[in-house]
C-alpha cells in the first residue's frame, strides 16, 4: 500500500538524504481522503511507516515495525505539500529507534516516533512461503 511502486494506489515516495536523515515531499490527495478536505490519520501514518523504511534502507537494514506511535497537532491537508523527515534516533541491538517530521512550510502538523526490529531477508521469504503453503492447502 505504501511503497509498492506498481500500485497505482501508493505514495510514491521520492525520498532523498540529507545528512543523516531522509527527506520526502508529499502531497496528500483525494486518494487519502478523511473527512472533507483532510487526509485520513491512517494515510498519514502509513506514508511515515514508509518514511522510516527508506531511513533503514539507507542505513543498510531491513527491519519490521514494532511500533508506531503519531501525533497530530493539527490537521494534514489534502493539496498541500508537505515536507517529511525521519531519523535514527538510536539503535539497541536488534530495536531501531526512529523519529519523523510532518511539515507545511514551518509548521509541525505531526510528529511519529517508531521502533522497528532487524530481520533479515528471510523473514520475508520465509513469510511468503508460509502463505503460499497455506493458500494451497485450503
Known amino acids: 500500500m505504501g511503497c509498492g511502486p506498481d500500485n497505482p494506489h501508493g505514495h510514491h515516495l521520492q525520498v532523498r538524504r540529507d545528512g543523516q536523515d531522509v527527506v520526502a515531499e508529499h502531497v496528500f490527495d483525494e486518494r487519502h481522503v478523511g473527512a472533507p478536505g483532510i487526509a485520513h490519520g491512517g494515510a498519514v501514518a502509513t506514508v511515515i511507516d514508509d518514511l522510516f523504511g527508506f531511513l533503514l534502507y539507507g542505513m543498510g537494514s ?12 493539527a490537521p494534514v491537508l489534502l493539496g498541500r505539500n ?5 531519523r535514527l534516533v ?12 510532518v511539515a507545511h512550510e514551518t509548521n509541525f502538523v505531526a510528529t511519529a516516533r517508531a521502533v522497528f526490529v532487524a530481520v533479515d531477508l528471510g523473514h520475508f521469504t520465509e513469510a511468503l512461503s508460509s502463505a503460499d ?6
Open 62 to 73: 531491513l527491519g519490521v515495525t514494532r511500533s508506531l506511535q503519531m501525533d497530530y497537532r
Open 82 to 86: 508537505y515536507i517529511l523527515r525521519a
Open 90 to 101: 538510536e539503535r539497541d541491538g536488534r530495536k531501531m529507534h526512529t523519529a519523523a517530521t
Open 133 to 138: 503453503r497455506d493458500r494451497s492447502s485450503r
